[in-house]
């Protein structure tokens, strides 16, 4: 039997002391959100019972995030991250933690950015996948991210909750497949809005990107970066894989695209989506996420997923770098 190490890359915790700053922001209703999702609200602010959960599922070490309440304010955000730094002493080895820095408030972000990582010692970053005004590749997100850049860690991204989302709320689409939309939008805009300018970035982004086992394929045949050289007739169509290698698209794609990471919450555990991830997806880039304690919450639910994971037909070093290692590579943890 291989010896798999379990790390949870999407996993949520949120400190008790910022709950009392919930409020309704153009981002965001938290206190609504708390009343919705009142089980894992009490699960998510129990650091006993998420470690319980951890030792009986077989899981060694989460990655923590609240990335959809950095709306909130810097308020909520710096209870969080002393909450994190909290118990990534107290727990060590069990947690790896990210900062939660409200972009959309300019100068007080940049100092909450550089206290969490200089004086707290978080890990990496948190970011949501876009504010009512803002999107992840807006000219005012360039100064921090120039400042990540030089702190080299990972930038995890959450899809935003904000309510109404594309298609608003009828059938619930805010909550399923807008946010999908949203994620999937989100990679599109890192491709060329972002790795344009910090090409060195670390993205870990939720729920497979949206999708993009599937739309990867879809971006990929209408590839066609501003200034390519492309003659009229190939300019502005559709492409085959073998135009696309002919005119040196497809590598320019995938030494974009393979920069990213995915996780591989959202989607309930569905065998078909994974088998689908860790062919469409590079493997070392495909990492195991849950969404506790919004998705996956029974203990029984939780191994089954990850026996599933266990059994699939590739190669024990994809799946032990799918459960935990490609993640602590990322991270560059010793485990």
């Known amino acids: 039997m291989a010896d798999y190490k379990v790390v949870d890359t999407h996993h949520h915790f949120l400190p008790s002391?910022?709950?009392?700053?919930?409020?309704?922001?153009?981002?965001?209703?938290?206190?609504f959100?708390?009343?919705?999702?009142?089980?894992?609200?009490?699960l998510m602010q129990d650091v006993e019972k998420t470690l319980a959960y951890m030792e009986a599922c077989g899981i060694h070490r989460v990655l923590l995030s609240m990335g959809a309440w950095?709306?909130?304010g810097l308020e909520t955000c710096k209870a969080i991250n002393d909450g994190y730094a909290k118990?990534?002493?107290?727990?060590?080895?069990?947690?790896?933690?990210?900062?939660?820095?409200?972009?959309?408030?300019?100068?007080e972000a940049m100092d909450e950015l550089k206290r969490s990582m200089e004086i707290l010692g978080l890990r990496g970053i948190a970011l949501i996948t876009s504010y009512s005004h803002m999107t992840i590749d807006s000219d005012e997100m360039m100064p921090f991210y120039e400042r990540i850049s030089a702190y080299q860690v990972p930038i995890v991204v959450h899809p935003t909750l904000r309510r109404p989302l594309w298609g608003g709320v009828k059938y619930d689409?805010?909550?399923?497949?807008?946010?999908e939309y949203d994620i999937a939008k989100c990679v599109v805009e890192i491709l060329y809005g972002v790795f344009s300018r910090y090409p060195?970035?670390?993205?870990?982004?939720?729920h497979f990107g949206g999708g993009m086992p599937f739309l990867k394929w879809r971006l990929l045949s209408s590839h066609q970066p501003e200034g390519w050289n492309l003659p009229e007739g190939v300019k502005g169509h559709g492409l085959t894989p073998r135009e696309l290698k002919e005119w040196g698209l497809?590598?320019?794609?995938?030494?974009?695209?393979?920069?990213?990471?995915?996780?591989?919450?959202?989607?309930?555990?569905?065998?078909?989506?994974?088998?689908?991830?860790?062919?469409?997806?590079?493997?070392?880039r495909v990492t195991f996420g849950t969404d506790y304690p919004y998705e996956f919450r029974d203990i029984g639910d939780t191994r089954e997923y990850i026996a599933s994971i266990k059994s699939l037909n590739i190669s024990e070093e994809d799946k032990r770098s799918f459960l935990g290692e490609n993640v602590l590579r990322l991270f560059k943890m010793e485990d």
């Open 200 to 206: 060195d970035l670390k993205f870990l982004v939720s």
């Open 70 to 72: 950095i709306p909130n």
């Open 87 to 107: 118990i990534q002493k107290e727990y060590p080895g069990k947690f790896i933690t990210c900062a939660h820095v409200p972009v959309h408030q300019g100068s």
């Open 17 to 31: 002391q910022a709950v009392k700053y919930a409020r309704k922001t153009a981002d965001g209703d938290y206190t």
């Open 33 to 42: 959100i708390l009343g919705r999702f009142s089980t894992a609200s009490r």
């Open 173 to 179: 689409l805010s909550t399923t497949l807008s946010r």
């Open 250 to 284: 497809w590598d320019d794609f995938h030494n974009r695209f393979d920069k990213i990471y995915f996780d591989s919450a959202g989607f309930g555990g569905s065998m078909v989506v994974m088998r689908a991830s860790v062919d469409g997806i590079r493997r070392d």
